[in-house]
């Protein structure tokens, strides 16, 4: 089944700001969560496809990917099987949404005020890779070196030397977090903060590991592979989820970002999806015609310069362009003819455009004003 548009799933427009599209989000989602509709399998699917739309329309970058690419932008964020719940970043955020009108539909996904922090997440990395106009218009894998750090392989990122292991945070029990007390004349307050001795995360190490000295990660060199659809253009990139650095003690890796840089072409400008290819010919295949060969992306075509083609003159190779990146269609190839003008002359050359210069002369004279009037009016058709 087709994916449908995400901004028609939450019924709110392209340029709708987060607070629209949270409120389009939270109507969608009391009408269809499934603890009011239970047993009901369209509800639910209803609500799960909610769901995955506010997911992307609520990241600034996956919502750019998404206007940029449409659902393929997003193949390398969900994978092939599609957006699951486990991609559903708003779990925690169920409260601030929907107050208490729901129990924990994402089974323990909901995390609880009083639970320890998890380990902070990697950096995100961000790598450049130059293509080729030719990479571009065929699609491309590429190879990308990375010295990143990577889960400590002594201590599996834990950051406990072998043998031993985190131990439970003694200021704060485990919790991640410590409690306040204070009296005032309006009765008694409590302030819940983040444990200053483990950072929250409920648990400390007390002997490191000798590998990475506690932090769980070592520096590692890998090399990544990523597939780069056919049109893509500089500025592009391709997040490739849970491929940027490990987070420290076991947290989440980070994302790597990998951003297209397109490089300058000897031959081709492009233009969108088309590529502009400007050929020479000489003054007499531009009188008489002829059949040349054109460069193309990937290879060589056949053209017809027709007889009498003026200086300028653009002619379409259809589809010889770069394939749209949405998969809509392919550009083409648009040859502009420039008549080249000899810049040293034989004898011969010379006494033939003498003559020819004559007959143009009589042709003028015979014509008058009007003459110049159809030259002028050859180059504007
Ligand atoms: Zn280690
Ligand atoms: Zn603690």
């Known amino acids: ?4 548009d995400y901004y028609e799933v939450l019924g709110v427009s ?20 499934p603890d009011k509709n239970p047993g009901d399998r369209e509800a639910e699917e209803r609500f799960k496809e909610a769901s995955e739309a506010y997911e992307v329309l609520s990241d ?15 193949e390398n964020t969900f994978g092939r099987d599609g957006f699951q719940w486990s991609d559903f970043s708003h779990a925690g955020d169920f409260e601030d949404l929907f107050g208490d009108l729901f129990g924990s539909f994402f ?15 990697g950096r995100d990395l961000k790598i450049a890779v130059e293509l080729t106009l030719e990479e571009i218009a065929a699609g491309v894998e590429k190879k990308i070196n990375l010295n990143r ?5 002594a201590c599996d990122g834990s950051g406990a030397a072998r043998g031993s292991s985190k131990q439970t945070c003694s200021t704060c029990g485990g919790m991640g977090q410590v409690q306040q007390v204070s009296r005032s004349f309006f009765g008694q307050s409590v302030t819940v903060t983040a444990c200053p001795a483990c950072n929250g995360e409920g648990s400390t190490v007390t002997d490191p590991c000798p590998e990475c000295r506690g932090d769980g990660r070592t520096r ?28 420290p003690r076991g947290g989440p890796a980070g994302d790597c970002l990998v951003f297209i840089e397109e490089k300058a072409h000897e031959q081709f400008t492009r233009d969108g999806n088309d590529v502009i290819y400007r050929l020479p010919i000489n003054f007499s295949q531009a009188a008489l015609g002829d059949d040349v060969k054109v460069p193309t992306l990937n290879g060589k075509a056949r053209m017809k310069i027709p007889a009498g083609t003026q200086s300028g003159r653009v002619f379409r190779l259809r589809a010889k362009g770069i394939p749209d990146v949405d998969g809509r269609g392919v550009g083409d190839e648009l040859v502009q003819v420039m008549v080249w003008t000899p810049q040293e002359l034989s004898s011969r050359e010379r006494e033939l455009l003498e003559e020819l210069g004559e007959l143009d002369k009589k042709r003028a004279d015979r014509e008058g004003k009007g003459f110049l009037e159809k030259m002028r009016e050859a180059f504007s058709s």
């Open 149 to 153: 750090l990577e889960r400590c392989s």
């Open 60 to 74: 600034k970058e996956k919502r750019a990917q998404y206007d940029r690419f449409g659902h393929r932008g997003l």
């Open 107 to 121: 089974g323990g996904g909901r995390r609880s005020r009083r639970g320890p922090a998890s380990p902070p997440a």
């Open 220 to 247: 590692a060199k890998t090399t990544l592979t990523v597939r780069i659809p056919a049109g893509v253009r500089s500025g592009n990139y391709i997040p490739l989820r849970g491929q940027g650095e490990a987070g």
């Open 1 to 4: 089944m087709a994916k449908r």
């Open 14 to 33: 392209k340029d709708a700001s987060v607070a629209d599209i949270k409120s389009a989000y939270r109507k969608l989602a009391v009408k269809d969560h």
